[in-house]
């Protein structure tokens, strides 16, 4: 993959700044009564939120890597930044400024820098800012641009969510964002089974409780045969199956989301190395439909 050329969050006008954490309840009410927005929208004034000082509860981050089956000790896996930054990012995609419902939207692309991992117990300094909408052949796309900063102001993490809501009747299968080049051979795999409440297992961790994610009742309403498993729970698994082969916490990561992984479902991960970091693939058990792509390496310069 090509090296992902990341923004940066721009605060200024139409920045909220918070002296803790948003609670989400207010914001999933936002989203429902928002839920029949169409899915069309024009230009939206900046928006950015950031708040002080958080915590990076150490019983937490134990969750989260139990959920993806690490041991106890071990540095907090770099898409914790992510879901630490969950309620600024669902407040901003909820305000009302915001032209474009959050439920049914589907995660296209994700590159995130690292510069180091969070440290548990850490207090840091979260900022998202969105942009957008552009519209794409299969709907609208908007971007979160989120950072994590320590107490003196230093970078740790940096990561772009590129989102997709899609069109009536368009394509279920996102688009094609790999270019057509040779698929290496792949040194590594893991077949992996996600039962039916995947989803909703995630969301109890992540606080990501898109309907699409859910059940098969709430995911029809969105086009979708059955629920999906979150994007980011597939590049967290992904990560930590490589966790025992990386080497620092200093890191490039992307990932690129091509077809939606129905739950209940079999998969297999499968990864390979390249320029000191290592390669990696979500596939069907028969390695015909990828549904993600990603990388993730030492930076390169």
């Known amino acids: 993959m090509p090296e992902p050329q990341l923004p940066r969050v721009e605060p200024g006008v139409g920045t909220h700044d918070f002296t803790v954490l948003p609670p989400l309840l207010p914001s999933y009410l936002r989203a429902l009564l928002g839920a029949c927005k169409p899915a069309t929208a024009g230009h939206f004034p900046p928006l950015a939120a950031s708040v002080r000082g958080v915590s990076v509860d150490a019983q937490h981050v134990a969750r989260f890597r139990r ?3 690490l041991p106890a000790a071990g540095p907090v896996p770099p898409t914790y930044a992510h879901v630490l930054a969950g309620p600024l990012q669902l407040y901003l995609l909820t305000h009302p400024d915001f032209p474009l419902r959050v439920p049914g939207t589907v995660h296209v ?11 548990v117990g850490e207090r ?8 957008g909408p552009r519209s794409v052949a299969q709907g609208i796309e908007h971007e979160l641009c989120t950072e994590v900063r320590d107490a003196g102001g230093a970078l740790i993490w940096r990561g772009v969510s590129t989102n997709l809501l899609r069109r009536p009747g368009a394509a279920r299968a996102l688009p094609q964002t790999v270019a057509g080049a040779a698929a290496p051979a792949w040194e590594r795999a893991w077949r992996l ?14 606080g990501d409780w ?26 967290a698994r992904a990560l930590a199956a490589l966790e025992p082969q990386l080497d620092g916490e200093d890191l490039e990561l992307d990932v690129r989301f091509r077809r939606p992984l129905l739950l209940p479902g079999h998969a297999t991960l499968r990864a390979a190395r390249r320029d000191g970091g290592w ?4 596939q069907d058990p028969q390695g015909r439909v990828s549904h993600a792509q990603g990388s993730v390496r030492p930076p390169q310069s």
């Open 67 to 69: 959920a993806f089956e």
């Open 109 to 119: 692309q994700n590159p995130v820098r690292q510069w180091r991992a969070l440290r």
């Open 124 to 131: 840091v300094d979260l900022a998202v800012s969105l942009s």
């Open 193 to 206: 089974w996600l039962p039916a409440d995947a989803g909703r297992r995630y969301a109890t961790l992540s």
């Open 210 to 235: 898109n309907p699409i994610h859910l059940s098969w009742v709430t995911a029809r309403l969105f086009g979708f045969r059955r629920a999906i498993i979150h994007g980011m729970w597939t590049y």
């Open 279 to 282: 390669d990696w693939v979500l």
